[in-house]
């Protein structure tokens, strides 16, 4: 199932940036001049880089990932539903602070057929839970984007899920570069559980496609592996997503569909996230 996901949304994704790039070719595309796109790449890099300096940005997200799985007597599916909520803020041009929140929702069912006494019985468990996450953290960017080079930012968390004590703290480079009408993103993180000194590396690339001075594509690919010599360490989880990204005045929207490529992660993820700087 995870190999068919993958054919998909390569292919769609193949043909969405194909199509696009030649309708740029043709005078196709509503790009109203080059001052429009330049503001709108700014502003599309700035949504991954920083604030400016007083500002806020304020987003909220809903996901739902699907993950099923089955064998000649068992089937199981995993439903989970995600609330994000997050709040950053711009201490100076290079330094901003965030907040995030998270809730989550799993609903668990699995159905079981066996035989007794040349009876088929079948049995249906369903379980259900829920969980918070939170986070803080704070950005810096320590080269800005010039010529040939990509803007560097670092980015240190701190992050907890619900009482547990059991604390994660993070790090992660992210690198941004523009090439008009194209913005490229990629990240390399490392993330260290405190109490069970679990380690993993997480990776992302991504690309944003500006079609006009409102509207751009994107799609990441999202790595998670976590390293050391447990039973862990094969878990990996990796995820190929496509989006749409929209502004208005400032506001953007970004509707969005993944799907996972490894046995551990979820088949499918649908998210619509809206964020409002001010």
């Not at 070719?25 to 790449?41: C, H, M, N, P, R």
């Given at each position: 199932?995870?190999?068919?996901?993958?054919?998909?949304?390569?292919?769609?994704?193949?043909?969405?940036?194909?199509?696009?790039?030649?309708?740029?070719?043709?005078?196709?595309?509503?790009?109203?001049?080059?001052?429009?796109?330049?503001?709108?790449?700014?502003?599309?890099?700035?949504?991954?880089?920083?604030?400016?300096?007083?500002?806020?940005r304020?987003?909220?997200?809903?996901?739902?990932?699907?993950?099923?799985?089955s064998?000649l007597?068992?089937?199981?599916?995993?439903?989970?539903?995600?609330?994000?909520?997050?709040?950053?803020?711009?201490?100076?041009?290079?330094?901003?602070?965030?907040?995030?929140f998270?809730?989550?929702?799993?609903?668990?069912?699995?159905?079981?057929?066996?035989?007794?006494?040349?009876?088929?019985?079948?049995?249906?468990?369903?379980?259900?839970?829920?969980?918070?996450?939170?986070?803080?953290?704070?950005?810096?960017?320590?080269?800005?984007?010039?010529?040939?080079?990509?803007?560097?930012?670092?980015?240190?968390?701190?992050?907890?899920?619900?009482?547990?004590?059991?604390?994660?703290?993070?790090?992660?480079?992210?690198?941004?570069?523009?090439?008009?009408?194209?913005?490229?993103?990629?990240?390399?993180?490392?993330?260290?559980?405190?109490?069970?000194?679990?380690?993993?590396?997480?990776?992302?690339?991504?690309?944003?496609?500006?079609?006009?001075?409102?509207?751009?594509?994107?799609?990441?690919?999202?790595?998670?592996?976590?390293?050391?010599?447990?039973?862990?360490?094969?878990?990996?989880n990796?995820?190929?997503?496509?989006?749409?990204?929209?502004?208005?005045?400032?506001?953007?929207?970004?509707?969005?569909?993944?799907?996972?490529?490894?046995?551990?992660?979820?088949?499918?993820?649908?998210?619509?996230?809206?964020?409002?700087?001010?």
């Amino acid at each position: 199932m995870k190999k068919t996901f993958k054919a998909i949304i390569t292919g769609i994704l193949f043909l969405v940036f194909s199509q696009n790039s030649l309708a740029e070719e043709e005078g196709k595309v509503g790009i109203k001049s080059k001052d429009d796109l330049k503001a709108y790449l700014e502003m599309f890099r700035n949504s991954h880089s920083l604030l400016k300096k007083g500002k806020f940005r304020f987003t909220e997200s809903l996901s739902y990932q699907f993950d099923g799985n089955s064998t000649l007597f068992t089937e199981e599916s995993l439903r989970v539903i995600n609330l994000y909520s997050s709040l950053e803020y711009g201490l100076t041009k290079n330094i901003g602070i965030y907040g995030v929140f998270l809730y989550s929702n799993a609903s668990k069912n699995v159905k079981t057929a066996y035989t007794n006494n040349e009876e088929t019985i079948v049995a249906n468990i369903k379980e259900s839970s829920n969980s918070r996450f939170s986070k803080i953290g704070i950005k810096k960017v320590i080269f800005l984007e010039e010529n040939n080079f990509p803007e560097l930012v670092l980015d240190f968390s701190f992050s907890g899920k619900n009482k547990e004590k059991n604390k994660t703290i993070s790090s992660k480079i992210n690198l941004i570069k523009s090439f008009d009408p194209i913005v490229l993103l990629g990240s390399f993180g490392l993330n260290y559980e405190t109490d069970s000194y679990k380690k993993s590396v997480a990776l992302v690339g991504g690309i944003g496609f500006g079609i006009n001075d409102k509207i751009a594509l994107g799609s990441d690919l999202s790595w998670s592996i976590p390293i050391g010599n447990n039973f862990d360490s094969k878990k990996d989880n990796a995820m190929l997503s496509g989006r749409v990204i929209i502004t208005s005045a400032q506001d953007t929207f970004e509707p969005s569909v993944s799907f996972g490529l490894t046995e551990f992660s979820p088949d499918m993820s649908l998210g619509i996230s809206w964020s409002r700087r001010f």
